[in-house]
Nanobody, 114 residues
């Protein structure tokens, strides 16, 4: 069993920044693909970004150039640096870790508003 816990959400102004963190338990998370999804009210959950066990990254078009995903396997932590935030980035952000199964966190709220 892998436990995934997000943190770092909150309120930001348009143009501002936030950094989300996600900690995953497990003996060796370097084998996991990890990433972030988000879900805004009334919308479907969408993939934001992921990073493979080899460090390959992929981003949704809507966040390219603004968000950066990274990982620190020694700290068992995934990060999402979010810059130039827009109101449409407002959503509940979920972290996941995937290997033989996919484990999800409970989500952290990001609100972008003036």
């Amino acid at each position: 069993q892998v436990h995934v816990v997000e943190s770092g959400g909150g309120l930001a102004q348009p143009g501002g920044s936030l950094r989300l963190s996600c900690t995953a338990s497990g003996s060796d998370i370097s084998r996991y693909t990890m990433g972030w999804y988000r879900q805004a009210p009334g919308k479907q959950r969408e993939l934001v970004a992921y990073i493979s066990d080899r460090g390959t990254t992929n981003y949704a078009d809507s966040v390219k150039g603004r968000f950066t995903i990274s990982r620190d396997n020694a700290k068992k932590t995934l990060y999402l640096q979010m810059n130039i935030l827009k109101p449409e980035d407002t959503a509940l952000y979920y972290c996941y870790a995937q290997w033989t199964f996919t484990w999800w966190g409970q989500g952290t709220q990001v609100t972008v508003s003036a």
